[in-house]
């Protein structure tokens, strides 16, 4: 599990969530990133992308782009997400 401070994560998902609007998939990508920041302990950034040990037992390492099977049908993925939360949360921080 990242340490986050949770008002100031809480405040860079609503943003998020501003953003994208009415993209669904976004919307549930979003979601699923902020329950897995909050209880995956196997989530890790080192500084330019963040490192997700999955559900399924893989390992992800996301940014822009990523390694799962959503990533590469085009879908937004939750890894996706998650990777721009914390840096945006790491943006804020400084
Ligand atoms: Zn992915």
């Known amino acids: 599990m990242m340490n986050v401070d949770a008002g100031r994560m809480q405040a860079v998902i609503q943003e998020a969530f501003d ?3 009415s993209s669904r998939r976004w919307q549930t990508a979003i ?13 890790h950034f080192d500084g330019v992308a963040l490192l997700i040990l ?3 037992n893989e390992i992800y390492r996301a940014n822009g ?3 799962c099977k959503a990533f590469a049908n085009g879908q937004p993925c939750w890894h996706r997400a998650a990777a721009r939360l914390v840096q ?3 943006e804020k921080s400084h």
Request: hydrophobic share 30%.
């Open 54 to 56: 999955s559900d399924s």
């Open 88 to 90: 945006l949360y790491i």
């Open 65 to 67: 782009s990523c390694q």
């Open 19 to 21: 953003k994208v609007g």
């Open 31 to 43: 979601a699923k990133a902020k329950q897995q920041l909050e209880t995956n302990p196997y989530i």
